[in-house]
């Protein structure tokens, strides 16, 4: 056996890390234009101004302040790295490689400046039309997702964000306005990036108390019906829609063979990864919903139409990323990880990147044979990839033989998988273009086959240049998975 004949190769983007043009056409602000840059040792703040004129900078804004773009700071969201007046140059070289997908996202605020509009803003739906107009010419499948970290200031000002139940409607309105537009253009849909980060990264921001998982689950629930509603919606407009969820894929492992270890090891997969999935791809709440909403004395707002919605709305598509595994266990242990998006114990077994991430293909292997067993639904990889330092040469060349080793081994691990019974159709490799870094804001954490000229502190031409893994890859695409071998120009 062998990768599918209409397997879907690509990449895989997000708008608010790549496209740009962050005020024009009639955009409004996200709180990703209102956040700093960052690195591995220093954390991404938000800026704010507070009605007596004075200006800030932290984690989050104060309750008696507003976001605000602050003179003398760096924002590198605000450009990106301007997809928005490059889309011609970077689709046709998309089409060079011999994409057969491109996973994108539609920026929220682009749409509806406020979030709360009844009315689109024409000029922001233009901007997509004329994109998958140029897809199209290349016959390349746009993947689309609804919400990629990207909600518009004013509704988490104005409205607490996904603490606040109107947010469903709003965002199925946003939705249903996509549906419409673009339902001779796109195909398949995905509505929330990662979802199950908003569990995961509290154990990373360390407010893991009682009221902060109050919270998240309650966002959480509020995403899941949103999702629901919007998958019954899009079926309605264009029964071919192919709708998806999206799942942070983080593997786990138990560090030892002690039945505290395991458990621990299972609990966290419940918590992790098969509580979203579960509600997208099965219609309700798991069993273990129970344990794990009252460890934190979690009281949900959660009403019979919406457990109808769940039911309503379920996911023809189950969609994840992945990139590393990880390591659980009860025990002490100096062996500790700690980096963008990584925390725990150090797999002994495993190599780690300059960003402390492992590199486990066998765990990319493991997932999808666990995930397809649980859901028996088509399964994408949607992104993956080596975060490293390039180097571009005078020549115009820049060789990453690291990220062609990652990648090989990867798809050498999803082809295995397909051997062994899982329906995958499709893999989008992340930041096919270097973008900037949703944990740090660099720049120098490229995941790219294309580099982009632009640095952390947004000096550069964005001029673009085909690396080494460009050629690799198109040979990839064109042999559909078959060879491997590393090719250049």
Same mark, same amino acid.
């Given at each position: 056996?062998?990768?599918?004949?209409?397997?879907?190769?690509?990449?895989?983007?997000?708008?608010?890390?790549?496209?740009?043009?962050?005020?024009?056409?009639?955009?409004?602000?996200?709180?990703?234009?209102?956040?700093?840059?960052?690195?591995?040792?220093?954390?991404?703040?938000?800026?704010?101004?507070?009605?007596?004129?004075?200006?800030?900078?932290?984690?989050?804004? %104060?309750?008696?302040?507003?976001?605000?773009?602050?003179?003398?700071?760096?924002?590198?969201?605000?450009?990106?790295?301007?997809?928005?007046?490059?889309?011609?140059?970077?689709?046709?070289?998309?089409?060079?490689?011999?994409?057969?997908?491109?996973?994108?996202?539609?920026?929220?605020?682009?749409?509806?400046?406020?979030?709360?509009?009844?009315?689109?803003?024409?000029?922001?739906?233009?901007?997509?039309?004329?994109?998958?107009?140029?897809?199209?010419?290349?016959?390349?499948?746009?993947?689309?997702?609804?919400?990629?970290?990207?909600?518009?200031?004013?509704?988490?000002?104005?409205?607490?964000?996904?603490?606040?139940?109107?947010?469903?409607?709003?965002?199925?309105?946003?939705?249903?306005?996509?549906?419409?537009?673009?339902?001779?253009?796109?195909?398949?849909?995905?509505?929330?990036?990662?979802?199950?980060?908003?569990?995961?990264?509290?154990?990373?921001?360390?407010?893991?108390?009682?009221?902060?998982?109050?919270?998240?689950?309650?966002?959480?629930?509020?995403?899941?019906?949103?999702?629901?509603?919007?998958?019954?919606?899009?079926?309605?407009?264009?029964?071919?829609?192919?709708?998806?969820?999206?799942?942070?894929? #983080?593997?786990?492992?138990?560090?030892?063979?002690?039945?505290?270890?395991?458990?621990?090891?299972?609990?966290?997969?419940?918590?992790?990864?098969?509580?979203?999935?579960?509600?997208?791809?099965?219609?309700?709440?798991?069993?273990?919903?129970?344990?794990?909403?009252?460890?934190?004395?979690?009281?949900?707002?959660?009403?019979?139409?919406?457990?109808?919605?769940?039911?309503?709305?379920?996911?023809?598509?189950?969609?994840?990323?992945?990139?590393?595994?990880?390591?659980?266990?009860?025990?002490?242990?100096?062996?500790?990880?700690?980096?963008?998006?990584?925390?725990?114990?150090?797999? %002994?077994?495993?190599?780690?990147?300059?960003?402390?991430?492992?590199?486990?293909?066998?765990?990319?292997?493991?997932?999808?044979?666990?995930?397809?067993?649980?859901?028996?639904?088509?399964?994408?990889?949607?992104?993956?990839?080596? &975060?490293?330092?390039?180097?571009?040469?005078?020549? &115009?060349?820049?060789?990453?033989?690291?990220?062609?080793?990652?990648?090989?081994?990867?798809?050498?691990?999803?082809?295995?998988?397909?051997?062994?019974?899982?329906?995958?159709?499709?893999?989008?490799?992340?930041?096919?273009?270097?973008?900037?870094?949703?944990?740090?804001?660099?720049?120098?954490?490229?995941? &790219?086959?294309?580099?982009?000229?632009?640095?952390?502190?947004?000096?550069?031409?964005?001029?673009?240049?085909?690396?080494?893994?460009?050629?690799?890859?198109?040979?990839? #695409?064109?042999?559909?998975?078959?060879?491997?071998?590393?090719?250049?120009?």
């Amino acid at each position: 056996m062998s990768f599918p004949k209409e397997f879907l190769w690509g990449g895989a983007t997000a708008a608010n890390q790549f496209e740009g043009a962050y005020k024009e056409g009639g955009r409004g602000l996200s709180m990703m234009d209102i956040t700093t840059a960052g690195s591995l040792d220093q954390s991404r703040l938000v800026t704010y101004k507070f009605e007596d004129g004075k200006v800030g900078r932290g984690k989050v804004i %104060p309750k008696d302040a507003k976001g605000a773009v602050l003179p003398g700071q760096y924002y590198p969201n605000h450009i990106g790295v301007d997809f928005y007046h490059h889309y011609k140059e970077d689709i046709a070289l998309l089409a060079d490689m011999g994409f057969k997908v491109f996973r994108m996202s539609i920026s929220w605020s682009r749409i509806f400046p406020h979030g709360d509009e009844i009315q689109p803003n024409q000029k922001g739906l233009a901007f997509y039309h004329s994109v998958f107009q140029e897809l199209k010419k290349y016959d390349i499948e746009p993947l689309v997702t609804i919400s990629h970290y990207e909600t518009p200031l004013y509704l988490e000002e104005h409205y607490g964000g996904w603490s606040n139940r109107k947010m469903i409607d709003f965002y199925v309105h946003f939705a249903k306005t996509l549906f419409k537009e673009y339902k001779n253009e796109v195909k398949y849909w995905l509505t929330f990036n990662e979802i199950n980060t908003t569990i995961m990264f509290l154990e990373l921001s360390q407010e893991s108390n009682d009221q902060a998982y109050q919270n998240a689950y309650q966002q959480l629930h509020y995403q899941y019906v949103a999702s629901a509603k919007a998958v019954y919606e899009g079926h309605q407009i264009n029964s071919q829609f192919e709708i998806g969820c999206m799942i942070c894929g #983080i593997v786990s492992y138990p560090l030892t063979s002690d039945p505290k270890d395991i458990l621990a090891n299972r609990y966290a997969w419940e918590k992790n990864i098969f509580y979203s999935g579960d509600v997208q791809c099965k219609g309700s709440y798991p069993s273990f919903a129970k344990r794990l909403w009252q460890e934190h004395h979690v009281e949900l707002d959660i009403t019979e139409s919406d457990l109808s919605d769940l039911k309503k709305g379920t996911v023809d598509l189950y969609t994840f990323s992945y990139y590393m595994s990880s390591v659980i266990t009860t025990h002490d242990n100096d062996e500790k990880v700690g980096g963008n998006f990584s925390m725990g114990v150090k797999n %002994p077994y495993l190599n780690y990147s300059q960003w402390q991430w492992a590199d486990d293909p066998l765990g990319l292997q493991y997932y999808l044979e666990m995930i397809y067993d649980r859901y028996h639904l088509p399964l994408m990889v949607v992104e993956n990839g080596l &975060g490293a330092i390039d180097k571009l040469e005078k020549d &115009g060349k820049v060789h990453d033989p690291y990220r062609i080793d990652y990648m090989r081994e990867h798809i050498k691990a999803m082809e295995v998988a397909i051997d062994h019974g899982v329906n995958l159709i499709g893999y989008t490799s992340w930041g096919c273009i270097d973008l900037v870094s949703a944990g740090t804001g660099q720049m120098s954490k490229r995941y &790219g086959l294309i580099y982009v000229d632009r640095d952390d502190q947004g000096n550069g031409t964005l001029a673009r240049y085909k690396k080494d893994s460009f050629y690799w890859y198109k040979n990839v #695409i064109h042999s559909n998975g078959q060879d491997l071998g590393q090719r250049e120009e």
